[in-house]
């Protein structure tokens, strides 16, 4: 028995960007674009909402979203109510925009609906309409329910979650993906990878998530190598196809130690999520190798994602663990050293990742011990 979440309507390949502003007329004439920190990157969907007899404002997203950043951003959008949000980015803009959409029409302050360090109350009303055009093959922001919020005051980021606030429409073309720095491409890539293999080993993993995993994790480890080392254009389908799906599987069979990890070296570090995420996951599946009792249904998945990780270095015997990491390091990847944790904060953010709601999904309980022995490898 199972429960399965997705936009209402998910458009797919290049070129179906350009059917972005006749979908949003079809939820009225008001639309706030949510884009990133460069507006010229935007500067067509405004033209094209506007030529299509709409009426536009917009609202930037430099960063990963923080709380005092939706704050901010409510205050300026509040007053005049948007029919349709509409956001071009990555999976901070998109987080951004589904933040703004699910609170715009809510009463309380946005600290009464997050989870953990907030009320973590569900939304009294239902988000406003929404479309998602990511233009980085990573989080799958596009097709999930939650949005990730940094809190300063508390060094952590945390969820905003409620199933309505999935986008109505994801449009997802690499067509706005291509060309993306070598750093942001390895970082989402690896993002998009994590996020099909952690729900495939998770507890909570149902038929749907399995066959979306299934197909995706082989041609996502393909995918990885091609877009960064030769930015091909064939390859950033495939990595576009499977950032979706990871999406997809996530919002419906959680995530695992990864993820579990990221909120909280998140907040303190500062660093990119998919970067930490490229960092941990060697990590996290030699932990899970070192648990899982052969012959169980967690050990044939995770050996069948081990062999081919090992085929996509060219590799044998699990070998392709510590490929992975190598080769993520010669593509530019940093240690989570080099992104600011100290050794002497291991214990502290052991403890604190233990409640994280990711942590829900890992198919094996990981004591402290062994949450720090991950962060040290």
């Known amino acids: 028995m199972f429960s399965f979440f ?18 949003a007329a079809g939820f009225g004439t008001q639309v706030l674009i949510v884009h990133g920190s460069n507006a010229a990157r935007a500067a067509w969907l405004v033209e094209d909402c506007r030529a299509a ?31 349709v949000v509409v956001a071009l980015g990555g999976g901070s803009v998109i987080d951004f925009a589904k933040a703004l959409a699910a609170l715009i029409p809510c009463a309380g302050a946005p600290l009464d609906y997050l989870e953990g360090v907030g009320g973590g109350k569900p939304l009294d009303r239902a988000p406003l309409p929404m479309i998602a055009l990511p233009t980085t093959a990573g ?42 720095p070598r750093r942001v491409t390895l970082a989402a ?17 149902t038929p749907m998530t399995d066959a979306l995993c299934e197909a995706a994790i082989p041609k996502g480890l393909a995918a990885l190598r091609a877009v960064v080392e030769q930015d091909a254009a064939e390859a950033w389908e495939d990595m576009a196809w499977v950032s979706t799906c990871g999406g997809l599987a996530l919002a419906n069979a959680g ?65 392709g663990i510590t490929a992975l990491r190598d080769w993520s390091r010669q593509m530019g990847l ?35 011990d062994e949450l720090i022995a991950i962060l040290r490898a």
């Open 6 to 23: 997705s936009p209402q309507a998910l458009h797919f390949g290049r070129g179906q960007a350009a059917q972005t502003a006749t979908l």
């Open 53 to 83: 007899g709409l009426s536009v404002t917009t609202q930037s997203c430099g960063s990963e979203p923080s709380l005092p950043a939706l704050e901010a951003g409510l205050g300026r959008v509040s007053a005049d109510r948007p029919d």
């Open 139 to 180: 989080t799958g922001a596009e097709v999930t329910k939650n949005a990730v919020i940094a809190v300063p005051d508390h060094g952590v980021k945390v969820s905003l979650r409620d199933a309505r606030m999935i986008p109505d429409i994801a449009i997802v073309d690499a067509g706005l993906m291509q060309g993306a």
């Open 189 to 205: 890539g690896l993002d998009a990878v994590t996020q099909v293999i952690e729900p495939y080993l998770s507890i909570k993993a």
């Open 255 to 319: 995530l695992g130690a990864v993820h579990g990890f990221a909120g909280v070296l998140g907040g303190q570090t500062g660093a990119p999520h998919g970067e930490i995420c490229g960092a941990l996951l060697p990590a996290v599946l030699a932990s899970h190798l070192d648990k899982a009792g052969a012959g169980t249904q967690v050990h044939t998945r995770l050996m069948w994602v081990l062999g081919l990780i090992d085929a996509t270095f060219d590799v044998q015997d699990g070998a």
């Open 334 to 368: 940093r240690t989570l050293a080099e992104m600011g944790l100290n050794p002497e904060d291991h214990a502290e953010v052991a403890r604190l990742s233990a409640g994280a709601s990711s942590m829900k999904g890992t198919p094996f309980a990981l004591t402290q």
